[in-house]
């Protein structure tokens, strides 16, 4: 059971972008640890940056923490869930992709060579 | 974080330098124009190497060099891949565009195709689909102009934007599609070069393996191939790109301004010449995490990546690149939809009668009026580069199949072609708004497919291919 019992956002992409809550941090947010339930994922520098953005990320719950390096003393966490869409659901739509491509190309194929052979615009 | 690679002095001159070069030689091309013609389709008479150079050249753009880091970073190597095979439009276009200057020797755009072989309302729907998917991409290119400048620069992303904007209204407003082919050639060079050298450079410097383990351990999902939004994404984009081409009078005005049996030959060469390039841009956003490097947006991840990697030197000729990348499709979609505009709206809808004169001052009046307003829209930054495209996705896929139909077949109807644009732009929106930005050109492109079969099985017509004839 995960830590975080809260999530702000749901994200289905495993990709997000945070907003760095400098005001809330001693002068200005330095640092950002994100973690999970388990395990320390990793501390990036943030420095003046408004925002960042994270990508790749597992299901699961994080939580990043915001902080000025030497003086952990104030944090300010955000937390977020990533869940990706339902396998069934994304390989139905690469399947419907890939028939859509296939029922393209062939005709766009054959028509052309029909075409070529036989012009519609002299009938 | 690397901020401001480039000093303030060092980013004006070359942006001055770079834009009286594109403006003077724009102004040098364009000077014999005299009839629309001549301005709009560069005299029907483009050869096989400036043919190649401008199909290459205008598909290399912001996208390729802004979006494709973008989704790396986002999709992961999916991403990488299906942002590649957007080189599938070029190449399927290939065909389409001999055929586009065998049945419409004296065409001037694609609504022209649209309105004599379907009629009114799907030209109406087709003209509304061409100009949201104009703007959108214009605005993106706008965008993409004040990112790149506040990425590498201490330029300000309003200041770079409105640069951007301007040099290209002013030298395709002096040169007409003349001088936007001729300029894409300089520029088609100076991309393949410079992406070499960088692709060159940076394998040099980053370990493969060192790369692959970092990714693995901390953005696993970047090399699943099982990452649900990565595979809805790869046919989405093959699709999205196919529909940007087919439909768009970027490439229509092309088909018809080149010179006859080049056409083929020229977006075929084009395509597989531009397939790598999304593939080396698109790499470099692998390494950021090796890096250290963590965007506050995504579409800044490829500047700044390559910035670090090759330092002052390499952050300048990042910017050379991705300006003239910019520059080169900026022109080509100022110019077409200009056209589109008079030709199709002004001569067809307000002024019958115009002469060819009255057209060409309308025309440039409305890269003028285009400008200003990519200018307007691209003053708050909306959305990122990558979901603002593909929000156009939605549009474009949906006239794939009445295009094809159309081309090709006597069967489909102008009420079916003008529904299966409508209904399927309609569903790839709620698929954008409700799945996610990588859905909606597949879920626009199926409902328009599954209207055309419907029209063409159920309610057939019999178009007689004479009436095409002008």
Not at chain 1, 34 to 50: H, M, P
Not at chain 2, 127 to 134: D, E, P, Q, W
Not at chain 2, 202 to 208: F, K, N, P, R
């Amino acid at each position: 059971m995960s830590q975080f019992a809260v999530a702000e956002q749901v994200v289905k992409e495993g990709f997000i972008t945070l907003n760095v809550p400098h005001e809330q941090c001693v002068d200005l947010c330095t640092h950002m640890s994100l973690s999970t339930a388990n395990k320390q994922i990793k501390t990036i520098e943030v420095k003046e940056l408004k925002s960042v953005t994270i990508s790749g990320l597992e299901n699961g719950n994080y939580q990043a923490n915001f902080f000025q390096k030497n003086s952990e003393i104030k944090k300010t966490a955000i937390t977020f869930t990533v869940k990706h869409h339902a396998m069934r659901f994304a390989l139905t739509l690469f399947i419907l992709g890939g028939i859509l491509f296939s029922t393209l190309t062939i005709p766009l194929y054959k028509l052309h060579k029909k075409t070529n052979k036989h012009d519609y615009t002299s009938n | 974080m690397i901020t401001h690679l480039i000093s303030f002095e060092l980013t004006l001159a070359i942006l001055i330098g770079f834009s009286v070069l594109w403006v003077c030689w724009g102004w040098y091309l364009g000077r014999k124009a005299k009839s629309q013609d001549d301005f709009a389709l560069a005299g029907r008479n483009v050869g096989f190497a400036l043919a190649t150079a401008t199909a290459m050249a205008t598909w290399v753009t912001s996208n390729t060099t802004l979006v494709a880091p973008q989704l790396t970073y986002q999709f992961g190597v999916w991403g990488m891949l299906g942002y590649s095979m957007a080189a599938l439009g070029l190449l399927l276009f290939a065909p389409l565009a001999q055929r586009i200057k065998t049945i419409l020797p004296h065409g001037v755009t694609s609504g022209d195709f649209i309105y004599m072989r379907f009629g009114r309302f799907a030209w109406s729907v087709f003209l509304i689909i061409s100009l949201c998917y104009a703007l959108g991409w214009l605005v993106s290119l706008g965008m993409a102009g004040g990112i790149l400048l506040s990425t590498l620069s201490p330029i300000s992303y309003h200041t770079g934007m409105t640069v951007i904007i301007t040099v290209c209204v002013l030298y395709t407003l002096l040169g007409g599609l003349r001088a936007v082919i001729a300029t894409d050639f300089v520029q088609t060079l100076i991309i393949i070069c410079g992406v070499c050298y960088i692709a060159y450079s940076a394998l040099g410097q980053i370990s493969l393996e060192q790369v692959h383990a970092n990714v693995e351990q901390q953005q696993p999902q970047l090399l699943n191939l099982l990452f649900p939004a990565a595979l809805m994404f790869f046919f989405n984009n093959v699709i999205f790109g196919i529909g940007e081409i087919f439909h768009s009078n970027v490439w229509w005005s092309r088909a018809l301004a080149f010179k006859k049996g080049v056409g083929k030959k020229s977006f075929i060469l084009a395509a597989m010449l531009w397939f790598p390039i999304p593939i080396v841009t698109g790499f470099i956003a692998l390494s950021s995490n090796s890096l250290g490097i963590f965007p506050a947006s995504p579409d800044m991840i490829g500047p700044l990546v390559a910035g670090e990697l090759l330092g002052g030197a390499g952050a300048v000729l990042i910017f050379i690149i991705i300006f003239s990348a910019l520059a080169s499709s900026m022109d080509s979609l100022l110019a077409a939809t200009s056209d589109l505009l008079s030709n199709d709206i002004y001569k067809k809808l307000l002024m019958k009668n115009a002469s060819t004169q009255q057209i060409l001052t309308v025309n440039k009046l409305m890269i003028v009026l285009l400008g200003l307003f990519t200018w307007l829209m691209s003053l708050p930054q909306i959305t990122t580069l990558g979901a603002l495209l593909n929000f156009t996705g939605a549009f474009v896929a949906s006239t794939i199949w009445p295009i094809l139909y159309g081309l090709y077949g006597n069967k489909l109807s102008n009420k079916g072609a003008g529904l299966a644009m409508m209904l399927g732009t309609i569903v790839g929106l709620i698929f954008y708004f409700q799945v996610g930005f990588y859905t909606a050109a597949l879920a626009s492109c199926f409902v328009s497919f599954v209207i055309c079969q419907y029209f063409i099985r159920l309610r057939a017509i019999h178009f007689q291919w004479l009436q095409l004839k002008e």
